[in-house]
């Protein structure tokens, strides 16, 4: 179900905007130690700042955000003044509007570069590393980061590149012993109007879903049985992705993680090959659009709001968001909803939702850092209860709900709570800038999240009322919810079931320009388009001709040696961090 008509989903926002519990560590530990003789490499003839970071000197640093379609703050948001008031830092954020690797790569070859990057693709960003042009942060951390260690604990040494030293903090961790709460993303999505006269029917299973598709080509020819835009690679590999959480495989990247602990292309997976073998089918008897092939996800978002397409497959966001909004705005007596099928009764457990500590995004301090020292002193901050706090919202402690706030103190069940407002809700509902006005977002990527995740040192607990969605929806999905029998809080239970940690085998990269690099690189490519190809082969003998040919294909290209390397380099890992 989704959590809300209005935000922005976690992967498009890593900053955790709704967050609704907050970290609370004991106070010998939230103070950054500024002792020792030694001081970290770069930073010799630094004045060390210490006491109330708000009688400071200002300090503003560049920070690029290495994910496009985020929304900067204003100067003047109520959040950032919060913050700057407390620390007398200001960070200046610039935000590529395209292609992210593609400027990365520019500002690597240029070697004009601001003071921080936050780097989602783990291949850039060990080019960077390779390349020098960012710093190892272990003393940085050992000095100045003592909340952040805390935090982390053992975790930490999960942040470990191949050299062993540590050049990332993690964007919006998760605090290891929290129990999670983790709304899937990645999914089936079918018309409700069609389900509802089948008297609410959920499809549980391949089958189950080819034989509704077949009647809906037979019962209902307004619409397409399903569509999906195969033209936009993204849009792909996410359905590879949630074709293998039908199939309880774990695709991370280019890889599966399979049940005896190693990793192999993800093509080679025979659950993998299983599944796009039932698209073809499903294919091969006109139940997919003919203009999958081709289509991108605007053409495909735009025919889901135009009413003409019954199903798709991938992350929800991409696909029934738009449309949905649009049919609120209509008025319609349906939307889309989506579901977490089986491929068959073979599998004892889906993989829809991945999460991990050590995330393949990063934030990186370049060389051109003039005082990393003070802004590691602020990371540690922001790693506190106070400060993550902070950066959360305005907060009303004198419990009440009210306007100009972003959350109020509240009590459920004797425990303190953290509430959102009505002045939130409504902004989320009624302004597309809410966001940037509010300064939401803007140092999520430095700091824990508490979006979704209940921790035993949080001081304040998430409220029942919170975790209930149904707040969210509008008159027709409560409806259609109610139809199906389905609560608010369902999703809890939902996502436990069908969730696995990536933790262990998260950020491992080929280096770069190496013949495994390559050799993927090009076989990534190759991939790509028969595999589309082979999703709209003619017939079975077709496809497995062409699926076997590939295969034999890649490994004449290398892709053996590509698995053996990033095996021995989760051995490796395995090793370090043990």
């Not at 930490?156 to 999670?180: H, Q, T, W």
């Not at 992350?315 to 579901?339: C, L, V």
């Not at 907060?395 to 972003?406: A, R």
Request: aromatic share 12%; net charge negative.
């Amino acid at each position: 179900m989704e959590k809300m008509k209005f935000q922005k989903p976690l992967v498009v926002m890593l900053a955790a905007v709704l967050a609704i519990s907050l970290f609370a560590g004991c106070s010998g530990s939230e103070e950054a130690s500024n002792e020792g003789a030694n001081e970290p490499a770069g930073t010799e003839g630094t004045a060390v700042l210490e006491g109330d970071m708000s009688t400071w000197p200002d300090a503003e640093f560049s920070v690029l955000l290495g994910w496009p379609d985020h929304q900067t703050a204003a100067d003047d948001a109520p959040i950032l003044k919060q913050v700057y008031d407390l620390t007398k830092v200001r960070l200046k954020l610039e935000v590529p509007p395209t292609n992210v690797d593609e400027k990365l790569n520019i500002l690597l070859a240029s070697g004009e570069y601001p003071d921080v990057m936050v780097i989602a693709n783990p291949t850039i960003a060990q080019k960077f590393i390779d390349g020098g042009h960012v710093i190892p942060l272990d003393d940085l951390i050992d000095k100045y980061g003592g909340q952040l260690k805390a935090n982390l604990g053992e975790d930490l040494d999960k942040l470990r590149s191949e050299d062993g030293k540590i050049y990332k903090i993690p964007p919006g961790y998760i605090m290891p012993g929290a129990e999670r709460m983790l709304e899937a993303g990645n999914s089936f999505q079918f018309l409700t109007n069609v389900l509802e006269e089948k008297g609410w029917y959920k499809p549980t299973t391949f089958d189950d879903i080819y034989a509704l598709l077949k009647e809906v080509k037979e019962t209902y020819p307004q619409y397409v049985p399903m569509s999906l835009a195969l033209g936009d690679e993204n849009f792909f590999n996410t359905m590879v992705a949630t074709l293998g959480g039908a199939e309880g495989v774990r695709v991370l990247g280019d890889y599966v993680w399979t049940k005896d602990d190693k990793l192999i292309y993800k093509f080679k997976d025979e659950s993998i090959r299983h599944a796009l073998q039932w698209l073809n089918r499903l294919y091969q008897e006109g139940l997919i659009d003919k203009e999958s092939p081709v289509q991108n996800k605007d053409a495909l978002q735009a025919k889901m709001a135009s009413e003409k397409v019954f199903s798709s497959i991938g992350h929800w966001f991409d696909t029934m968001y738009e449309a949905n909004s649009i049919f609120n705005q209509n008025g319609k007596p349906f939307r889309f909803k989506y579901f977490l099928p089986k491929a068959g009764d073979h599998v004892e457990k889906t993989t829809y939702i991945g999460y991990g500590t050590s995330y393949d995004a990063g934030t990186y301090i370049t060389k051109k850092m003039a005082d990393p020292v003070r802004f590691m002193q602020f990371v540690n901050w922001l790693n506190t209860y106070d400060g993550n706090l902070a950066q959360l919202g305005i907060i009303n402690y004198d419990g009440e709900d009210k306007e100009g706030y972003d959350f109020y103190i509240g009590e459920d069940n004797g425990q303190q709570t953290l509430e959102i407002t009505t002045y939130q809700i409504n902004g989320w509902q009624t302004d597309e800038l809410f966001a940037a006005k509010r300064g939401y977002g803007h140092f999520g990527y430095l700091t824990f999240s508490t979006d979704m995740n209940e921790h035993p040192s949080y001081r304040y607990k998430t409220a029942r009322a919170q975790l209930d969605f149904s707040i969210w929806w509008d008159e027709e999905q409560k409806r259609i919810n109610e139809g199906f029998g389905e609560s608010g809080t369902d999703w809890i239970e939902e996502g436990r079931s069908t969730s696995w940690d990536f933790s262990d085998v998260a950020g491992l990269v080929l280096k770069p320009e190496s013949d495994e690099f390559v050799a993927m690189t090009k076989i990534n490519q190759l991939a790509y388009n028969e595999m589309v190809k082979l999703i709209v082969s003619s017939s079975d003998d077709q496809f497995n001709q062409g699926y076997d040919a590939f295969l034999a294909k890649i490994e004449g290209m290398g892709i053996g040696q590509a698995e053996a390397t990033i095996n021995r380099m989760y051995e490796d890992r395995k090793k370090l961090w043990n």
